[in-house]
Structures are given as C-alpha cells and as structure tokens.
C-alpha cells in the first residue's frame, strides 16, 4: 500500500521522521513516495506550493501524509493548506479530541472523561476567500455555503457517528443571525437526521455551545458545523484535551484524504528536535484506520497512550518536575512500549481490514446537478451604491431611476434600514444598499435589472449588485434590521 508523504516545514520534518521511525519499527505495511510541497516550493516560484509532480502523484495514490507547511506571507499567494484541501474536496475535516492519561488538563484532574469529535465544513464558507473592497472604506467577504457542499460533509458526519457508536449528533450553527446560510446548514442537517434515527440529533447555537463544550464537555459526542465557525471551535476543543500538541486532523474526500497535524510549523522551535509527534502521530491513526491497517494503529496507538500514561513527556506538556525527552528519544519510548497495553482505556485488538479507498478519475461532477426549485423567479435587486450623502438625497435619486417596473422598498447601510424609517443614531459608512422590487410583483428578468443599473449609474457609482429570487413563497434573500 502506498501513500504520498510531504515533510512540510519547520519542524515538520523532524515530527514526521519520528513517526515514519514508528510505522516502520512497527512493520506497518506502507510505501511512501515523497512529495514536493510547501514554503521552499513557493520560493522556486510554483504559485501554488507543489510541483506537478507532487499533484500528480498525489492523485494517483488518493492519500497524502503531511507535515505542517508555511505559506510564505505577503507574496499574493494562497494557503497551501487551504488550496490542497479545495482542489481535491476534501470537504470534511475530522478532528478527535480524547483525554489522554499524562497529559493534565483541568478537566483530566476533575475526571471528566472528554472525546469530542469535531467535522468542519471544509471547502466554503468565508473560506472561499473571495473579498472586495466595494469602497474605499468598505470590504465585502462573500460566505458560501451550498446545499450539495452541506449534505456532504452532514452525511459523512452522521455515517462516522454511526460507525462510532455515537450517542449524540449536534449540529452547531448561527441560524438565529444568519437565517440564510446558516439556515441552509442547519435544514440539511435535519434533512440528513431523519435516516438516523438511531441518533440523537440536536442543534445549538454555537456561542452557546462553545459555553457547554467549557462548562460540559462529556455531555458532547460528534459536532458538526461550517467552515470558519468549526475551525474556531475545534482548537477550543483542543484547549480541552491539552492544546494543539494532542489535535490530530483528517481531511476527507470521496477519492483524495489528507491527514496532518492541527498545529502549525511552530518555526520558534524548529531544528531543535524538541517538538511533540504525538499530534502528528494521531493523525497517522486516523490514516491507518482508513486504510484499513487496524492492527498497526491499535499496537502503536496502545503504546502511545502506556508511554504518556508513564510519564514520559517532551518540552511542551507533562510533569516539569521530571526531565523531558526530545522528539526522537520520544518515538524510542513509543516504540520500546510496542505491546504494552494502557491501564485507562486502552484499545481493543482489531484485524486489518481490506481498504475501500481507491482512486478513479470523476467523469462527470455530481455536486452541478441540482434540482432547480419550482417557480423560481426574480422579484427585485440590492443595488450596492457608493454614497457619502444622506439617505433622503439618495432615496430621492433611487426614486427617479425606478420607472415604470420597479419601487423603491428601502435603503439600508451595514444592513440597517436607513429609509423610509430609520434612526439618527445610526452610523453610516460610504455604502448604502437600495431594494428595489417589481412594481407589480410580477417576475423580472435580467434585462429589466440591467436597464435599471444603466439608468442609476447616471447618479451612483455601484460597485456591486444582487439579485433577489424567489422559489415559490420561499424568500431567497435576507431582511435588513429594522425592516
Ligand atoms: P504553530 O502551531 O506553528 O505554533 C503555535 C505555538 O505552539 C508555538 O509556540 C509552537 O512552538 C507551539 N507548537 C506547535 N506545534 C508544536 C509541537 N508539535 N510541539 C511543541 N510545540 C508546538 O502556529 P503559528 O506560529 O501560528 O504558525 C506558524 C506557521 O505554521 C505559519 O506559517 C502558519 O501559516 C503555519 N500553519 C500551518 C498549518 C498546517 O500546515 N496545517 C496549520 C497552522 C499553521
């Protein structure tokens, strides 16, 4: 079996060599072909940080073991962790947090047993990166979040909680301020739930769930949540179990899965040979558990946790009364423990199974055929005006242009109505949005949006517009505050 391998940076190298020394002490059955990818491939002026080489070979083998990789700052160019994870949609990004015996938390010294699997979205959300300054002093970030990309990674979640033997299913959300996107989320959710029924599916709101994961911890099982709010929410997590050093990560595709460490290059130690493996090392479970190999990650894993439960440590965590051990003296450890069984939960022995994962080549993309809605129409536009004056100025102007096919309904600013009613209390910025919907309420059609554009840019610069749909008595598009 083999699988592609890129050290990545910083310390990367020296964490993956300790546990390549660990899956080979271990006789795990992997071939590893090694791959060019991170900040020195930037630097030869590959824009988007691996060399053809390195996708291809990727690609062909369907799974990629990394290390942690800088994205060089202020060159223009994207995360190469974000890109590989979008260009192979690995749209789900599983994180296990579990109290490990030797690592002190505050919840470990209660007794308060934590195992915590987080899924983030992985792919959309503000993550699609696509930012414009629509003003001099006003920057839009667009936030995508589609129904395909939802049912995805919510199915994936509940499939893994079932395999799991999961109790509980919670879907964390800000559907109550973002009743659109969020909204879309938490229906798949519920959607996906329904062919669970062995699950107890729930939703909360996820400020108040970062309150309960603090205060409750052991009352949470699988969460699952989009992009941004799931990255904020997971490195809590791992505040929980004893920091970043203890989160392993596996992104997962239909055809590509990449798994690395949560942690980052940590450049301030790099080339000590002080860091901690043991996130990377998590990770590598993960990989072996997916690739069938359950008997490796069983006798190594149990030798972990008998390593931590003894005390050994490195720099970053454990007993600072005792010496620590360095990155490699820690994999020795690992490996001298090779059949030795934790006294807190240790893992039952298992028999590999054969692999699923195979690579093939997608002829068509599944996620395009959408089932349009019925009765889809256009029932009116936000025009996005750039503006420093005041409201009334601009709804008279806006009232000018509307002509025969569209009234003006409201001019909001930071998605605070401003007109008709409003306060002057409200700050404004150079920015206004004007709804304008059909007169009649017929349907419209692009033309008539563009006729209405070409007549307001006599008066306005607007840098950006959106049309308002319908799917049936459905509203495609939000209310401002104080409509
Ligand atoms: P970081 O995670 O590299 O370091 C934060 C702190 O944690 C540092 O004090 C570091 O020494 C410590 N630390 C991290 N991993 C450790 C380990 N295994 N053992 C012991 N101590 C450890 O985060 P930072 O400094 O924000 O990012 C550094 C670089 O890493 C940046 O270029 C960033 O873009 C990149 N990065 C890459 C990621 C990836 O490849 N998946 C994820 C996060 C950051």
Redesign the pocket.
């Known amino acids: 079996m083999k699988i592609a391998v890129a050290k990545?940076d910083?310390?990367g190298p020296e964490?993956m060599d300790a546990v390549l020394k660990i899956f080979k002490a271990a006789d795990t059955p992997l071939e590893y072909e090694f791959v060019d990818m991170g900040k020195w491939v930037f630097d030869k002026g590959f824009n988007n940080g691996m060399t053809p080489e390195a996708l291809q070979t990727i690609e062909k083998l369907g799974v990629l073991f990394k290390g942690?990789?800088?994205?060089p700052k202020g060159k223009g160019v994207k995360?190469i962790?974000v890109t590989a994870r979008k260009t192979w949609n690995t749209y789900a990004n599983k994180r296990t947090f579990q109290t490990l015996h030797g690592v002190d938390t505050v919840f470990s010294k209660a007794g308060i047993p934590i195992d915590i699997t987080v899924v983030r979205e992985n792919i959309e959300d503000t993550y699609g990166g696509i930012e414009h300054m629509l003003t001099h002093d006003v920057a839009l970030s667009r936030r995508f979040i589609t129904r395909p990309g939802s049912l995805q990674v919510i199915r994936y979640a509940f499939e893994m909680a079932k395999q799991k033997n999961a109790r509980r299913i919670t879907c964390g959300h800000k559907a109550n301020i973002m009743k659109i996107t969020d909204g879309l989320f938490l229906e798949c959710f519920y959607e996906v739930a329904k062919n669970y029924p062995e699950l107890q599916a729930d939703d909360v709101i996820v400020d108040d769930l970062c309150m309960k994961l603090v205060t409750r911890p052991d009352s949470f099982d699988v969460v699952v949540l989009t992009n941004l709010q799931g990255d904020i929410v997971s490195d809590l997590c791992a505040g929980l179990v004893g920091g970043?050093?203890f989160a392993p990560s596996a992104n997962i595709g239909d055809h590509i899965s990449i798994f690395?460490?949560?942690?980052?290059?940590?450049?301030?130690?790099a080339g000590k040979n002080i860091?901690?493996?043991t996130?990377l090392l998590l990770s590598g479970f993960g990989m072996l558990r997916h690739l069938g190999l359950l008997q490796s990650a069983v006798m190594i894993e149990n030798a972990l946790l008998y390593t931590l439960e003894s005390g050994v440590h490195?720099g970053?965590f454990g007993d600072k009364s005792k010496p620590s051990v360095n990155t490699t003296q820690f994999a020795d450890a690992i490996i001298a423990n090779f059949g030795k069984k934790p006294s807190h939960n240790p893992k039952p022995d298992l028999v590999d199974v054969p692999s699923a994962c195979t690579v093939f080549n997608l002829e068509k993309n599944a996620m395009m055929e959408s089932v349009e809605g019925e009765n889809e129409k256009i029932v009116g536009v936000d025009m996005f005006i750039e503006s420093n004056v005041q409201p009334e100025e601009i709804a008279k102007k806006c009232q000018r242009h509307a002509g025969v096919k569209f009234k003006l309904i409201n001019i909001s600013n930071r998605g605070t109505q401003v007109w008709p009613t409003g306060s002057r209390y409200t700050n404004l910025v150079n920015q206004y949005n004007a709804r304008f919907e059909s007169l009649d309420g017929e349907g419209l059609n692009q033309q008539d949006i563009i006729g209405l554009y070409v007549s307001l840019s006599g008066d306005f610069k607007i840098p950006s517009l959106e049309l308002l749909n319908m799917w049936g008595d459905k509203k495609g598009y939000s209310l401002a505050q104080g409509q």
């Not at 690395?260 to 130690?269: K, L, M, S, Y």
């Open positions: 990545g910083g310390i964490i942690p990789m800088e994205t995360s962790n970043l050093g690395e460490a949560v942690h980052g290059t940590a450049p301030d130690i860091a901690n493996p996130a490195t970053d």
